[in-house]
């Protein structure tokens, strides 16, 4: 079992930058992938970002690709999503998840953290 811990997340003003982490409690062959997801009141679980923990290769939806950007570091087991050029619709709960694999569904992820808010006010 993987367990997965978000923080960072806060009340920021539009155009401003945020970072949220995810702190991984270990890496297995099956949590290959840390994903980045989103979910407004009232609205689905949107995909937003993923990276392999071998490689670093990443993956962006379009609509936080040039603004946002994930990274890695696997000493301490932790993910990063830099968020830059906030706006009001970026507002929402921000959750990682661990998967085999790449993917933007969320039933491909197996393991998913508490959630963080992220509220942009314009």
């Known amino acids: 079992q993987v367990q997965l811990v978000e923080s960072g997340g806060g009340l920021v003003q539009a155009g401003d930058s945020l970072r949220l982490s995810c702190a991984a409690s270990r890496r297995t062959f099956s949590s290959y992938v840390i994903g980045w997801f989103r979910q407004a009141p009232g609205k689905e679980r949107d995909f937003v970002a993923a990276i392999t923990w071998s490689g670093g290769n990443t993956f962006y939806a379009d609509s936080v690709k040039g603004r946002f950007t994930t990274s890695k570091d696997n000493a301490k087991n932790t993910v990063y999503l830099q968020m830059n050029s906030l706006k009001s619709e970026d507002t929402a709960t921000y959750y990682c998840?661990?998967?085999?694999?790449?993917?933007?569904?969320?039933?491909?992820?197996?393991?998913w953290g508490q959630g963080t808010q992220v509220t942009v006010s314009s």
């Open positions: 998840a661990s998967g085999p694999r790449m993917a933007t569904w969320t039933g491909t992820y197996d393991y």
